[in-house]
Nanobody
């Protein structure tokens, strides 16, 4: 059974930092690209950051460029999202996604999400 478990979400003041973690089990972690999405209240789900199976290839949304950093530790089956200089607009549920492409298309697995609230 595949599980993705996010942690690290919290209430933080503007300008603060958080590090989110997503630990995967039940899959060959090394063969999956990993992504962080977020979904604010009443908003569409947004891709925030992505990292390939081989660290070094990453994607950043313009809204977080220069503030957020994605990384992965394949030995720990874990992907991280370091978030600095947080702003109220970053308030959302942050979800971890694992994606792998095969002959029949993509296989996706999702975590339950962790809440990040940026407020005074």
């Amino acid at each position: 059974q595949v599980q993705l478990v996010e942690s690290g979400g919290s209430l933080v003041q503007p300008g603060g930092s958080l590090r989110l973690s997503c630990e995967a089990s039940g899959l060959n972690f090394n063969s999956y690209g990993m992504r962080w999405f977020r979904q604010g209240s009443g908003k569409e789900r947004e891709l925030v950051e992505a990292i390939s199976t081989e660290p070094g290839s990453t994607y950043y949304a313009d809204s977080v460029k220069g503030r957020f950093t994605i990384s992965r530790d394949n030995a720990k089956n874990t992907v991280y999202l370091q978030m600095n200089d947080l702003k109220p607009k970053d308030t959302a549920v942050y979800l971890c996604n694992a994606e792998k492409w095969g002959r029949t298309g993509p296989t996706n697995h999702w975590g339950q999400g962790t809440q990040v609230t940026v407020s005074e």
